[in-house]
Nanobody, 122 residues
Framework: QVQLVESGGGLVQAGGSLRLSCATSGSFFRINAMGWYRQAPGKQRELVVVLRSDGSRNDADSVKGRFTIARDNAKNTVDLQMNKLKPEDTAVYYC????????????????WGQGTQVTVSS
């Protein structure tokens, strides 16, 4: 069973910084992609940034130039450094991974962390 465990988050004033970390546990063959999503109150979950094993990535326009993702393939971890935070960044942030649990698993399955709250005050 693959599990994603997040840490970090909290309350910060606008313009401040926070760092989120996500660690992977369990037995699996390969991670195809890792990244972060977020869900603000009353809104749908949205992509923040995802890195794929083929080198491609997707970034939300709203965080470009402010958020930086760092993935450690050896440790199967992913961090999100968030700078110049804005009140509209307030949301529950979820770690995401697409994982192949075995060699026979060609497409992988999506896994989610439990979520961590980020609150930015104005």
């Amino acid at each position: 069973q693959v599990q994603l465990v997040e840490s970090g988050g909290g309350l910060v004033q606008a313009g401040g910084s926070l760092r989120l970390s996500c660690a992977t546990s369990g037995s699996f063959f390969r991670i195809n992609a890792m990244g972060w999503y977020r869900q603000a109150p009353g809104k749908q979950r949205e992509l923040v940034v995802v890195l794929r094993s083929d080198g491609s990535r997707n970034d939300a326009d709203s965080v470009k130039g402010r958020f930086t993702i760092a993935r450690d393939n050896a440790k199967n971890t992913v961090d999100l450094q968030m700078n110049k935070l804005k009140p509209e960044d307030t949301a529950v942030y979820y770690c995401y991974a697409n994982v192949r649990v075995s060699v026979a698993d060609r497409t992988g399955d999506d896994y989610w962390g439990q979520g961590t709250q980020v609150t930015v005050s104005s």
